[in-house]
């Protein structure tokens, strides 16, 4: 007859019995044990173990389960009895008291070919549902295009940068001035004067050495803006005039590229997706959707005449950042078909719906691709 309670036994007469031919079986997930496990252990998660318990062949060995703390194995252990394994016990304490006692363990790559510090650096990505070593892995693939190191694109690609987004492609052709510096926080007093792109490469770097940062410090324009999108996964928008805005729009429409958009004025911001799709299938609407014409100034004043409150850029940035990381991890509902409005006075957000304008000469049915230099020339004209 089966015991009633399983058979537990400490963790160092667990590694003399491995010694002596047991097998010590890790029931914890993936994610867990890139963060550290047992040398010599076989990683076998009890969820598979649950789904196919024969997963486990029967190779004479006595067998040793281990979890984080000792309540998985114990579970591991009775489903292995009842599944015909006769020498079967459950390490008490799990991992963490084979750590105390300092017994050896080994580093397991989150995914192949992760830096040697991931599974600490991501640590806590490693552990989220929907990210795990795979996200993980898909965020170190991807490419970004942001577009401007200012005061969008400053928190946006210092977040992206520390979720580990592989590369970073960063596009802007200013210096770095002493007026950048109340809302621009990728760069510090040391860097004026500098190019943005390179203070920013060297901040990003120093933040997360694991990446690769691309500065292209040159102005988009008709003649580079597809250039300049070849190849990345995501087009973050931080650009800070009407003319860039539409030929971005342009190109990622043509590309089929998703494009994060943000902007910012005085005391009120605004973020989107514009995708190809919206959720469900219908078509999503792009920028030229949302503003066919470029607004006149004072229905869009700029920056540097009208102010920003130096935190809302920053607010917008981490906004745009967020709906990135859902692009490139296929998480979540992305902010496509919907204008997210930011109150910073009254610390409010309010969504308004897009709709595609069937009539959008940008991505509309009857829309004619009418080139890059066209539509600059167009830009330049309001």
């Known amino acids: 007859m089966e015991p009633a309670v399983m058979p537990e036994i400490e963790v160092r007469e667990a590694a003399r019995r491995v010694a002596g031919g047991a097998l010590l079986v890790d029931v914890r997930e993936p994610a867990e044990c890139a963060l550290g496990a047992p040398e010599g252990a076989l990683a076998l998660p009890l969820s598979v173990l649950e789904a196919d318990p024969g997963r486990l062949p029967d190779e004479g060995r006595p067998l040793l389960l281990i979890c984080a703390v000792g309540r998985r194995s114990l579970r591991a252990a009775a489903l292995l009895r009842a599944a015909g394994h006769r020498e079967v016990a459950s390490v008490a304490g799990?991992?963490?008291a084979w750590r105390a006692a300092g017994l050896p363990e080994r580093v397991v790559p989150p995914w192949p070919g992760a830096p040697d510090d991931a599974a600490e650096r991501y640590d806590r990505h490693l552990r989220l549902p929907g990210v795990g070593p795979e996200g993980q892995r898909r965020l170190a693939a991807s490419r970004v295009l942001l577009l401007g190191a200012g005061g969008l694109g400053s928190p946006a690609a210092l977040y992206l940068a520390a979720a580990g987004v592989g590369r970073l492609r960063i596009v802007d052709d200013d210096r770095v001035e002493r007026s950048n510096l109340q809302r621009q926080v990728l760069h510090a007093e040391a860097a004026i004067g500098r190019p943005k792109v390179e203070s920013a490469r060297e901040r990003l770097l120093a933040l997360n050495p694991g990446i690769h940062v691309e500065a292209r410090g040159e102005r988009l324009c008709a003649a580079n803006v597809e250039a300049l999108l070849d190849g990345v996964d995501v087009v973050l928008d931080g650009s800070d005039n009407f003319a860039a805005r539409y030929l971005v729009n342009a190109a990622c429409v043509?590309?089929?590229?998703?494009?994060?958009?943000?902007?910012?004025?005085?005391?009120?911001?605004?973020?989107?997706?514009?995708?190809?799709?919206?959720?469900?299938?219908a078509k999503a609407p792009c920028y030229r959707c949302l503003h066919p014409e470029p607004p006149?100034?004072?229905?869009?004043?700029?920056?540097?005449?009208?102010?920003?409150?130096?935190?809302?850029?920053?607010?917008?940035?981490?906004?745009?950042?967020?709906?990135?990381?859902?692009?490139?991890?296929?998480?979540?509902?992305?902010?496509?078909?919907?204008?997210?409005?930011?109150?910073?006075?009254?610390?409010?957000?309010?969504?308004?719906?897009l709709a595609a304008d069937p009539d959008c000469p940008g991505c509309g049915p009857r829309a004619r691709f009418e080139g890059y230099r066209d539509l600059e020339a167009w830009c330049a004209a309001r």
């Open 254 to 281: 043509r590309l089929g590229l998703p494009l994060v958009h943000g902007a910012v004025e005085r005391f009120r911001g605004q973020a989107s997706v514009f995708v190809r799709a919206a959720p469900g299938g």
């Open 94 to 96: 799990g991992f963490a």
């Open 296 to 353: 006149g100034p004072d229905a869009a004043p700029d920056c540097a005449e009208a102010g920003v409150l130096g935190v809302l850029p920053g607010l917008v940035g981490l906004l745009q950042a967020t709906e990135t990381l859902k692009l490139l991890l296929g998480l979540g509902e992305p902010l496509a078909g919907r204008l997210l409005l930011v109150d910073a006075l009254g610390m409010r957000f309010r969504e308004v719906a």
